[in-house]
């Protein structure tokens, strides 16, 4: 059996005089800050590249951005009416930003974005780097989300595997083989983006691996049941579920090359999750309570306990920002999203409404969740902004979706 785990400025000025300062900029809870993107007048590629960064830091209702094109001449009417003023300019190989802060009189910030692929990768990188030095908080845009998503086949309804921006948008099929494909998860190597998955076949539900070139490898391919796979930041341990033909789905895991099992139970053990130093395991067992419960599997102490109030829960997901767990538990007969603090072990459910929800996964920012809700016949993902509980739909409504997993922010942007 063969698992392979994926291993792990200058300025520019336009009319502003650069001085050493931090800014933190944050917005009033419900007023959008405004904030003015200036570009050179006669550079397409530069107004392309200004029009995805004002969707994104719009996105986020933080920021009311507007853009025009430099003129020194307007400077004093400018530090009127915005708070804030960025400039975008080339500088050799990259793109280069300066943030003025208009009540001070100075530029506060800068940086440089530097050999991206395409416009939305500059535009993305770019509002990365402005997110976090207008917030404190890591930026997300450059994201990817990927999902299974059902197709109609000649025969017989087909499950691919997709991946789409941050905000639902520019969708990619990065698995369309006919056959059913599910639970996408991606590796941890910043260097190298990977999406797991698992494949049906006619003798059991191998784990695969598939790059952005669409190039396609075994990862795992036991009797039974293979799937799920967990990652630790530095991408050296990973996590995974395989039942080896014995029909309940055990945990494994992989340090150094080396594979060794976790659980020997009568239960079903799914949807593993590891803490940043790889140590504690959260996931999902009916082991107990013969239905779902959440676990901790403490690799060091090499011990089990199950986490209190999570009866009839799954889909667990850590973050490392927050140290919050992110799951779906059955309250009043509907599957909610809640949250669990693992320091102050409370919890808070996030969602209210009818439908249920499943395979919920954080932002890397650990400011938002992306779930799958149930609405008719369908399932399609819906966005959370945990902090203001602000809900976006981010697919068509006419679609089934499901495995819905964040991406890290990886150091060359997701692309097929």
Known sequence: MKFKVGVLVLSCLLFFHVLP???????????????LLVVPKDDKQMHIVADQIQKDLGFTQQFKVE???????QLPRWRDRYPIIISLVKNGGGIAWAMYDATQRKVVKDGMIKNKQHDRAWAHALADDMWQALTGSPGFFSTRIAYCKEVKGQKRTLKHICIADYDGNHEQVLVDTPTVNIAPRWNADLRNPLVFYSEFTDRNVRM???DMKKNKHVACNFDGVNMLPAFSQDGTKAVFCASQGKGHPQLYYIDKGKVRQLTNNSGNNFCPTLSEDGNIIYFCSDCKLQRPSLFTYDLKKKSLSRIANTSSSESPSYCPQNKKLAYCRSIKGVMQVCTYDTLSKKHQQLTFDAGAKQGVSWSPCGNYVVYVAEKSKN????????????????CSNKETMSYPAWSPRFGCYPIV
Do not use: G
Request: glycine share 0%; proline share 5%; aromatic share 8%.
């Open 67 to 73: 853009i025009t094109v430099a003129d020194k001449k």
């Open 379 to 394: 399932s399609s993902m819906r966005m959370m902004n945990v902090p203001s509980k602000r809900v976006y739909r981010i």
């Open 21 to 35: 300062y931090a800014i933190n900029a944050r917005a009033q809870k419900h007023a959008a800050m405004p904030l």
């Open 208 to 210: 695969m691996y598939v």
